[in-house]
């Protein structure tokens, strides 16, 4: 009736596998969260903030290192040099004595050994840090008291402290559930495992069932049943911690490979004990009987309750990690073509700016005017800004033009665009809305009572010119784009007389206001009164590329959930048309002999099966837009949507071939 338990063996051996394998990469994945969020033995995280406070450096080193050693807490200090972005992470310690516990691992001479790929680094002592900031996040093991005497230091210094209280053990599972795809992965190996469970015992329903009617004890029956898993099971376990340890052996040094091994044990220990657990439990509930051999039917009624459920929860966790797939699928496409758009920016940085207090005042909004009036600031601002992404254009105010766009020469230059490619399109030639406009919004960024004519020119561009734009926050969203007919707008003022409040510094916090040289900007503004208002100064495309890699490992985890899911959608359809099947061979013998439609007898189950597994699609979409920060609405419909369509055409055929099997080997009078 059903599969043969030799092909069961195999495909019950390869979840096992399953098992294993992502659970080592679930365990890698949460190590690499850890390392960077809790580093060492350290439970959660601080941002300090020096501004205007004149605490000197030294004594906030002398101040750390003091209450570290009073409270006995880990403190350390990441710093990443801008040189090696990316790749160079080192730790400061503020203890008495380097910490040796967590992750990462510590090698000879101090040597962090990170699991995130290409990351090197060293630990150090705090006196080691140099010119490195100060400011900025620190990791710390907590304690209340640790708490209290830093929020204390803090003020009596007159310094910013926010402290971060450390996730719960139910806020880092959520997390692992709903926003990584291999956490959806574990949920769905586990229930294919358990499917696979369910499909043996029916396989061996009969057979138990003489076994019971030749006088073999129950418990020996459950016992002789549950080894008989659990020997394939541990095969399967044993071929996935071979491949596991072989995969480390090749590439990982050895501490690392223990790291992801001790981090990894808690998901495999809770696989399979939930393995085992669910074995012993549908051999009892589904136990031997003697009436099976008397009626040799199944006891249906039951076996399909299990299986709907199975089928309701692979539906709904399809459907979340489709619905995330594809839409970092999408992140991963754009990220990857901008940034090999915002490779031709070479070494420009983008300034990214953590408060706006000081900037907003008359005083700050000088200090950034005399920082882009210097010659040599000045020749490094590249502006490119496509309007249209921050203010709603009507196509009439398009003028037909596909974008409109500000863009000064140093930008134009920096992407090698020819002079050449530049067509000048005249102030009267606009169309009267594009014009008007035009007139209201750059008379906002210039010096009031300027002529918005003289102060822009107006340029289109002939074909292939190789011409880019920018949205606001390129490498963290936003786009890259290749408008075929846009207007430019070119400023003939440099960009310090420029609107400062109004125009400059929007434009530099959104990264549509970029720098060649990040050596002298960097250099200008953090001996500058504003160096505190910055949170960082990094690359463009630096940016871009490690917001591509984090898109292209979240999309691959949850495409390894897609496929699982997926199986475990095609084994539960087979599975319940078998169910099926099994209850009603008297009526499929009947109803084919008399000409009937085999669809016609099960059209009726497999409508209310499509019903049930519609609310689960529709609560999996629910699910994914409210948890993972990814899918919206739309996207989460469709995809809902799709994998609907392959469950009905999976279920369809299901039915269809059960019911032809069945009949076949009901004349044959085949149990």
């Known amino acids: 009736m059903f599969v043969k338990g030799k092909g069961v063996k195999k495909y019950f051996s390869l979840a096992f596998v399953l098992i294993v394998l992502v659970s080592v990469l679930l365990g890698g994945q949460v190590l690499k969260r850890n390392e960077l969020l809790t580093p060492l033995g350290t439970s959660t995280s601080f941002e300090l903030y020096l501004g205007d406070a004149g605490v000197s450096r030294d004594q906030v080193i002398q101040d750390l290192e003091q209450i570290a050693a009073a409270n006995k807490a880990i403190l350390l200090k990441p710093n990443t040099d801008s040189k090696s972005y990316g790749s160079v992470r080192n730790l400061y310690y503020f203890s008495p004595s380097p910490p040796s516990g967590g992750f990462p691992s510590v090698g000879p001479g101090g040597k962090l050994e990170w699991f995130t790929d290409s990351m090197t680094g060293d630990l150090l002592p705090a006196s080691a840090l140099g010119d490195a900031p100060i400011s900025g996040t620190y990791h710390v093991s907590h304690s209340a008291q640790a708490q209290q005497a830093l929020e204390r230091w803090a003020a009596d210094k007159g310094l910013t402290l926010r402290y971060r209280q450390p996730e719960s053990t139910l806020a880092q599972l959520h997390i692992l559930a709903t926003q990584t795809g291999l956490g959806i992965s574990f949920v769905a190996v586990l229930l294919l495992s358990l499917a696979l469970v369910v499909t043996d015992v029916l396989n061996r329903t009969y057979l138990r069932s003489i076994q019971l009617l030749n006088g073999v004890d129950t418990a020996k029956i459950n016992l002789q049943q549950i080894s008989r898993v659990l020997r394939w099971g541990g095969l399967g376990v044993t071929i996935g911690l071979a491949l596991s340890l072989l995969y480390a052996t090749l590439f990982l040094p050895a501490a690392v490979a223990a790291n992801v091994a001790l981090s990894a044990s808690p998901y495999l220990g809770a696989g399979l004990a ?21 009626t040799r039917s199944l006891p249906t009624k039951l076996y399909r309750r299990v299986n709907l459920t199975l089928q309701v929860v692979a539906v709904a966790v399809c459907v979340m990690a489709s619905g ?153 969203g936003g786009q890259v784009n290749r408008p075929a007919h846009p207007l430019i707008i070119v400023p003939t003022m ?165 019911t032809r099997l069945t009949f076949k080997k009901t004349i044959r009078r085949k149990a």
């Open 274 to 294: 939930a393995m085992v657990a669910a074995t012993v439990s549908s051999v009892l509930i589904f136990a031997p009987n003697v009436d099976l051999i008397r």
């Open 494 to 658: 440099p960009i310090a007389k420029m609107d400062t409040s109004g125009f400059s510094i929007p434009a530099i916090s959104s990264s549509n206001l970029i720098f060649t040289d990040p050596v002298v900007l960097r250099d200008k503004i953090y001996s500058s009164p504003i160096a505190p208002s910055v949170r960082s100064i990094d690359r463009i495309a630096d940016a871009g590329l490690v917001s591509a890699q984090y898109f292209k490992g979240q999309a691959i985890s949850y495409l390894s959930a897609i496929i699982v899911s997926f199986i475990l959608i095609a084994v539960t359809a087979w599975q319940s048309a078998m169910i099926w099947a099994a209850g009603h061979r008297k009526h499929i013998l009947v109803a084919t002999m008399s000409g009937v439609a085999a669809k016609t007898l099960y059209r009726q189950t497999l409508n209310k099966a499509l019903s049930l597994t519609l609310v689960a699609a529709t609560a999996g979409a629910l699910t994914s837009v409210l948890t993972s920060g990814y899918v919206d609405a739309i996207t989460a419909m469709l995809t809902a949507m799709v994998m609907m369509g392959a469950f009905w055409s999976l279920s369809a055929q299901a039915y269809a071939s059960n």
């Open 324 to 476: 995330s797939a594809a839409a970092l699928g999408k992140n991963v496409f754009i990220a990857y073509q901008q940034q090999v758009s915002t490779k031709a920016m070479g070494q420009s940085v983008a300034v990214s700016f953590k408060t706006f207090d000081y900037l907003d005042t008359q005083e700050g909004i000088s200090r950034v005017e005399q920082i882009l009036a210097q010659p040599e600031i000045d020749r490094s601002a590249a502006l490119s800004m496509n309007i249209g992404a921050g203010i709603e254009l009507t196509m009439q105010e398009l003028g037909g033009y596909d974008q409109i766009d500000i863009a000064n020469q140093s930008f134009l230059d920096l992407i090698k665009l020819p002079q050449k490619a530049l067509l000048p399109v005249k102030w009267e030639s606009l169309p009267d809305p594009t014009a008007k406009f035009l007139n209201s919004q750059l008379e906002l960024w210039i010096p009031q009572g300027g002529d918005v004519r003289q102060a822009f020119r107006l340029y289109t561009l002939s074909e292939n010119s190789g011409y880019i734009s920018l949205d606001p926050n390129v490498g963290q």
